[in-house]
């Protein structure tokens, strides 16, 4: 079982510099959002690893404020471009 994790947390390393690359040449604030929102939820899925590895549940409420800190934080930046234009 300890490989599957080793193999998803080395996936979720390569999702994370790939989505830190893009956040820091992204040519347009909408890239940068848009990475920034992937990489909260690359976060996301590292925790829920974490968590199912070592089958503990006392991550779970992190979990849920991030995933609602990243909804609502999309919303939010998508209104006040959708306001620029």
Known sequence: MSVVFTVVACMLGAAAAITTVRLLRGPSTLDRVVA?????????????????????????????????LGFVGSVSIARLLAGRR
Do not use: G, K, Y
């Open 36 to 68: 920034v929102d992937m990489l909260l939820a690359v976060v996301i899925c590292a925790l829920a690893t974490t968590a199912a590895a070592t089958r503990d549940s006392s991550s779970v409420p992190v979990l849920v404020v991030l995933t609602l």
